[in-house]
């Protein structure tokens, strides 16, 4: 009896994961507010270059290889607008891309106007267009921006929810809303020495300014934007606050960093809208004296 030898074939592939982005989650419900939640107001100076008169808005995008591309479009009325978006590689991750719009230049090439910023991608031989945001440009007075608050952020850490490393990108993005930035508190450090003469003198006197961040009642489209990206990812936040009736009118992209956990309050029953409050701190703490 001979030995039987059994002899398998085996084949090696490798396939590639992909991730599909994923845009905002369509609401199925009729509701008459919606619309104007999804419009983002962008302010821009025709000629002065001061930033907390001049809105930017940046958007990122992870591929899967190589192959893959990726086109930012920027449209008024749905016509491709003058001003073309440029494409940015990450600095620390491959096949990531990000754009950044100068809202100052486009009102100069196309003016005043609403406008959708999209991304038309093909990743692993699948193609798509996401819709980062719909914005409606006007140019930056008094009057357009009363009743606003801003945060400009500055992205420059690994962003977990993305899966992208944004360190050495520092990419640059603002979130105009309708709301209060103010309320400052000094909450004075006091360390007085009693010497032996029994009289108090004064060691050291240190201001740690606090400020609160409140928005409108918005829903989630706002909500989540602050709590999931700017509030969380942020490696330097600005805030500038633009109401009239604000206790101090020098709050212009004042270097700030989150101090304690935004709040939602959902304020009342059945219905949707919310608003976040959240503290901030002075990001230079060198307002005191000492001895």
Known sequence: MSDCITIEERGFAEYQAIRIPAGATTNQF?????????????????????TYKNDITSAWIKLSGGADTIDFVLTKNGVVTNYIPIERLFANEPNAWYTTIEWKDVLASDGIGCYKL?????IGGITGNLIWGIYELKEYSLATAKHT??????????????GIDFTNSNVEDTLRFNGFIGERQPNMEIDNLI??????KSVIRENLNTYQVKTDPYTNTIIDLMTDLYLLSENELFISDYNVFNHSHSILDLPVI?????????LVEYQRKA???CVVTDKNQNKRTYY
């Open 118 to 122: 999209e991304l038309q991608y093909s």
């Open 149 to 162: 608050a801003r945060l400009r952020v500055k992205f420059n850490l690994k962003q977990a929810i993305e």
């Open 275 to 277: 608003v976040l409050t």
């Open 30 to 50: 009729d509701e008459p507010f919606r619309c104007c939640d999804e419009k983002q107001l962008v302010l821009a100076h025709p000629t002065e270059t001061e």
């Open 258 to 266: 989150v101090q304690e956990s935004p709040e939602i309050d959902y």
């Open 195 to 200: 010497y032996q003469d029994r009289t108090l």
